[in-house]
C-alpha cells in the first residue's frame, strides 16, 4: 500500500489506544483507510447504512460503527462499537497522524534550485519545498509556492500567486492564477462547548490534461483523496471540498461548489453557481443547468435544473405552468 508521503504516521497498536476495549488481534495500524480501500491491518469505519454494499465488502482489520450499523460489516472483521462514529475516527486519526488537523507553514520553503531542475522555468520569488519533484518543461509563475513532497508531471503550467500542497498532479496540467489547491477542507464534529476539528490525511490527484482557471480552491481529502480526471476542465472560483470525485472530460462553468464526499461521472456539464450537496452520486454524461441545486443523486443522462434540481421536463413544465398562474 503506498505510504502517505504528506503527513508523518505513528506506528501503534491497536491495543495501545482501545487498552479497555475487547480487542482480539493486537495489530499494528497500517493506515485508517475508507471501507473500499481498508486492507489487512487497516482500521476502517461506517457511519451511515448509505455505505452498506461497501462495508460488506471490506478487507479492514477493524471497523468504527454504531450498534445499530454493525450488521452490514461482516462477522470476519472486528468491531468498534461506538455512539458517534466521526468523532471517535477523529480521535483516532490524530494520534495517528498528529499533524494533520492544521495546515502548519512549510519552513522548507526555498528559492528553487535552478540546477536541480535544469528544465524548469520559474517566474520571480517562487518557493519550493524538501523533496518537490517537477515535470520537464513545466513553468512556475512569479509569487507562487508548491509545498514538500508535491509531484507535478510534466509541461505543467501553474500561473502567479498558486499555492500547492498535498497533491499529485499528472502531465499538462494548467492551474491558472490564485488558485489554492491541497488545503484542509472544512471538518469538525460539534459537541456542547467545543467543535472537534477532524484531521485530513488525503491528498489531492490531478489527472492529465486538467486545467484549473483563476481563483478555484480544491481541499485534499479528509480520509479518502480528492480526485480530478482527465482533459477536465474548471471555470473561475470553482470550489470542490474534500474527498468529492470529479471523472474525466467533464466541464465545470463557475462559481460551481462542492460539499464532500460527492462523486461526479465522466462527460458531465455543470452550469454556473450551482451547487452540489455531499456524499451524491452524479452519473455519467449528466447535465446540470445553472444555478441549480442538487439534493439528491442523479443517474445517467440525465439533464437537471432548478432547486432542488429536477429534471429538464419538469422544471419547464413547472414554469409554464407558473407563468400560466
Given at each position: 500500500?503506498?505510504?502517505?508521503?504528506?503527513?508523518?504516521?505513528?506506528?501503534?497498536?491497536?491495543?495501545?489506544?482501545?487498552?479497555?476495549?475487547?480487542?482480539?488481534?493486537?495489530?499494528?495500524?497500517?493506515?485508517?483507510?475508507?471501507?473500499?480501500?481498508?486492507?489487512?491491518?487497516?482500521?476502517?469505519?461506517?457511519?451511515?447504512?448509505?455505505?452498506?454494499?461497501?462495508?460488506?465488502?471490506?478487507?479492514?482489520?477493524?471497523?468504527?460503527?454504531?450498534?445499530?450499523?454493525?450488521?452490514?460489516?461482516?462477522?470476519?472483521?472486528?468491531?468498534?462499537?461506538?455512539?458517534?462514529?466521526?468523532?471517535?475516527?477523529?480521535?483516532?486519526?490524530?494520534?495517528?497522524?498528529?499533524?494533520?488537523?492544521?495546515d502548519y507553514p512549510d519552513l522548507s520553503l526555498q528559492k528553487p534550485d535552478v540546477k536541480k531542475y535544469k528544465s524548469v522555468k520559474f517566474g520571480n520569488n517562487v518557493l519550493v519545498g524538501r523533496n518537490v519533484k517537477?515535470?520537464?518543461?513545466?513553468?512556475?509563475?512569479?509569487?507562487?509556492?508548491?509545498?514538500?513532497?508535491?509531484?507535478?508531471?510534466?509541461?505543467?503550467?501553474?500561473?502567479?500567486?498558486?499555492?500547492?500542497?498535498?497533491?499529485?498532479?499528472?502531465?499538462?496540467?494548467?492551474?491558472?492564477?490564485?488558485?489554492?489547491?491541497?488545503?484542509?477542507?472544512?471538518?469538525?464534529?460539534?459537541?456542547?462547548?467545543?467543535?472537534?476539528?477532524?484531521?485530513?490525511?488525503?491528498?489531492?490527484?490531478?489527472?492529465?490534461?486538467?486545467?484549473?482557471?483563476?481563483?478555484?480552491?480544491?481541499?485534499?481529502?479528509?480520509v479518502d483523496d480528492t480526485i480530478i480526471g482527465k482533459n477536465s476542465y474548471l471555470d473561475n472560483q470553482v470550489h470542490i471540498a474534500h474527498n468529492v470525485k470529479i471523472g474525466k472530460n467533464c466541464m465545470i462553468a463557475?462559481?460551481?461548489?462542492?460539499?464532500?464526499?460527492?462523486?461526479?461521472?465522466?462527460?458531465?456539464?455543470i452550469g454556473g453557481q450551482s451547487g452540489i450537496s455531499g456524499h451524491l452520486n452524479i452519473g455519467n454524461n449528466v447535465k446540470i443547468g445553472g444555478g441549480s441545486g442538487v439534493v439528491k443523486d442523479v443517474k445517467d443522462?440525465?439533464?437537471?435544473?432548478?432547486?432542488?434540481?429536477?429534471?429538464?421536463?419538469?422544471?419547464?413544465?413547472?414554469?409554464?405552468?407558473?407563468?400560466?398562474?
Open positions: 500500500m503506498q505510504k502517505n508521503i504528506f503527513f508523518k504516521k505513528k506506528n501503534i497498536k491497536i491495543r495501545t489506544i482501545y487498552p479497555t476495549k475487547n480487542i482480539k488481534k493486537n495489530f499494528l495500524i497500517n493506515d485508517i483507510q475508507p471501507l473500499e480501500k481498508a486492507k489487512i491491518n487497516d482500521v476502517t469505519f461506517l457511519d451511515s447504512s448509505k455505505y452498506a454494499l461497501a462495508a460488506s465488502k471490506t478487507k479492514g482489520s477493524l471497523c468504527i460503527t454504531t450498534k445499530k450499523l454493525q450488521n452490514f460489516v461482516p462477522n470476519s472483521i472486528e468491531k468498534l462499537i461506538v455512539d458517534n462514529v466521526l468523532l471517535e475516527l477523529a480521535k483516532l486519526i490524530k494520534k495517528i497522524y498528529p499533524s494533520a488537523d492544521i517537477l515535470g520537464k518543461n513545466t513553468i512556475i509563475g512569479s509569487n507562487t509556492i508548491i509545498e514538500q513532497n508535491v509531484i507535478m508531471g510534466k509541461d505543467c503550467v501553474v500561473g502567479s500567486n498558486v499555492i500547492v500542497k498535498n497533491t499529485l498532479l499528472g502531465n499538462r496540467v494548467v492551474l491558472q492564477d490564485n488558485c489554492k489547491i491541497g488545503q484542509k477542507g472544512f471538518g469538525f464534529i460539534p459537541l456542547t462547548n467545543k467543535n472537534i476539528k477532524f484531521p485530513h490525511i488525503g491528498k489531492v490527484f490531478i489527472d492529465d490534461d486538467v486545467e484549473i482557471a483563476t481563483g478555484c480552491t480544491i481541499d485534499r481529502g479528509s463557475g462559481q460551481v461548489g462542492f460539499a464532500g464526499s460527492s462523486t461526479i461521472g465522466n462527460n458531465v456539464s443522462n440525465e439533464i437537471v435544473m432548478g432547486y432542488p434540481a429536477v429534471s429538464l421536463k419538469k422544471f419547464i413544465k413547472k414554469n409554464k405552468d407558473t407563468d400560466n398562474d
